[in-house]
Structures are given as C-alpha cells and as structure tokens.
DNA sequence: CTAAGTGTACTAGAAAGCTTAATACACTTA
DNA sequence: TAAGTGTATTAAGCTTTCTAGTACACTTAG
C-alpha cells in the first residue's frame, strides 16, 4: 500500500510515510474516513520499529490529516481542507531552499527550467477538487 | 566579514560557512586569491569553535572552492569555473524539494510563482562574468 | 634561530534527532 | 474472553554536529 525508500530515501522514515499519506490523500487514493493500516502490521511490513509508524501516525493527526481512536484505528479526516495547511508549510519550506539557492548564485530561469523539469517528468498529474459536496455516506462521527 | 545565523540559521553552522564564502564569491566580493580569515581569529569573532570553522574550510577545498597552505592560510582559487560544481549540487538538491513538494500536491504554477516571489524581494543582483582574464592584484590582506 | 601565526590532525565528550526494543495500559470488536 | 487497536513509557544504540583540548609541520617576521 505504502512505497517507501526505507534508509536511503531522502530524510527519515516517519517524514517518507507522512509524506506518502498526504501524497495519496493528495491524490484521492485516500478518503475520507479510510482507514490507515495498522501501527503493527505497517510496521511488520515494511520491516520497521512500530514506534516510528506510531510517530508518523501521531504527527498527521496532529497535522490534521487523520484521526485517531484507540481500540479501531487510524482513519484519513474528513475536511481534507487541512491539507492547505500542509501546502502553507511546504511552500514556506520550498522558499527558504530557494532563497539559498539564490545566495548560491542559480539563477531564476535555472530555478524554473528545474521546476518545469520535474513537472514535465510526469509522476502525479490529478488534482483536487475545490468546492466539493461529495462527503459520501461514511462519516461515522466518531472524530474529535 | 561574514554574516552568521549562529544556532537558529538553516542547517548547521559549518554549512552557513561554505554558503557564505560561495555567495561572497559568486558576489565579487571575493576574488581569486583573496585570503580568508584565519580558522583561529574568525571562530573567536563568530564564538564558535576552531574545529567548526576548520571543517568548513576543509570541504570548500575540497568542493574546489578554496585552496589551503600550512603555514600561510586559505584563499579563494584563482579558477572560478568551480562554482560550476556548487551550482550542479546546488540544482540536483533542489530538484529533489521540488519533487517533495509535487508529491504534496504543490502545483508548478505554486512553486514558479515562489521562485519569482523569493527572487523579487532583491538580494542578490549582480552576477559573475563569464570569461574574464581581470585577475588584478587586488586587496593582498589589508582585511581583518 | 626564535616566536607567532597558519592549516591540519587526533581524541574525547555533550547534545540532538532517529530508530529500535520491550513493556504496559485502555479501548474496541468479534 | 481474546485479539487487535492507538498510546505511553523507559532504555539503548546510532549518526551528526559542535565543543574542547592537544599536538604537529609549516610559513613568516624579528
């Protein structure tokens, strides 16, 4: 279900699986109220320490991104709205790499022909929906 | 002569080092053969340790930047053309975080939009000449 | 030659972040 | 009741970064 990199992937383990979340949530191949794979068997399939799913787990709630019940599981929220938040971050992110790169002496058309690049490359091509009613029949309520 | 975010700066201070002696030197501000502050009198200006500052001088040399003499001190490489290398890392690292952000759902207008914002806030405007043979005997340590 | 300053090298420790490990607890579900 | 769930705790190992202290070979000014 998760594509990761482990070791040798760019950053730690728990960053490459919130990463993943988001990007399938992204991607509507996670919706609302789906429900995560387990903190054991995630980690007894990937090969890792269940702490680390646990955290990863643990900071996309925090994020926003899911919600959590002891005794059922994790699930993917229903306001998917919470992902502006995770692109507010990025962006922040992605600017300060630029700024360096910038003092670094790359120039702005190299930035753009490297943004275009990655873009012409083709990997995640669908969006997301702005204005939705689409809620479907699963809310179950049980958030907060 | 350098300006430090000591403890707070993105990344680690040896790596606020290298990019400030690039950015300097891709500025004019540094030319070939200019000397650097020694490892000793610039981690007592900074307050940090000699061995950080040695560690920052070790890879600017070895990143072709610099080049260093026992005895006499280290100095910025009379072949620029190095700056090459910096800037193809530099690239390579950056295409890795625009890869990051698409996967977040980050959109290429989003992310050109940023390089634009990020380069229009002025910083760093002038640039480097191409082919010059203007090596001069400029500024011999009249610094520090 | 001497003394001061230079880059370089080495060992050692502290601190922070990430991961693993082993338990334990409260909860939900079949 | 039993199994599975999220969550919490404590401990250890690992890596990276920074600090600290010491030492050595070199260059330059006297």
Do not use: C
Not at 50 to 71: F, H, R, W
């Amino acid at each position: 279900m998760f594509q990761i990199n482990l070791r040798g992937g760019r950053g730690a383990i728990y960053q490459q699986l919130k990463d993943e979340v988001i990007r399938l949530t992204g991607m509507g191949v996670l919706g609302p109220d789906d429900q995560l794979p387990s903190v054991r068997s995630l980690a007894r399939e990937l090969g890792i320490n269940p702490n680390t799913v646990a955290k990863a787990y643990s900071q996309l709630e925090q994020d926003g991104i899911t919600y959590s019940v002891a005794g059922r599981g994790s699930f993917i929220r229903g306001d998917i709205v919470q992902l502006r938040e995770v692109h507010r971050k990025t962006l922040a992110e992605f600017k300060e790499t630029v700024s360096r790169a910038k003092s670094l002496g790359l120039t702005q058309e190299e930035l753009t022909e490297a943004v275009d690049e990655v873009f012409s490359s083709a990997g995640a091509p669908p969006a997301l929906e702005e204005g939705n009613g689409e809620k479907s029949d699963r809310e179950k309520g049980e958030d907060n």
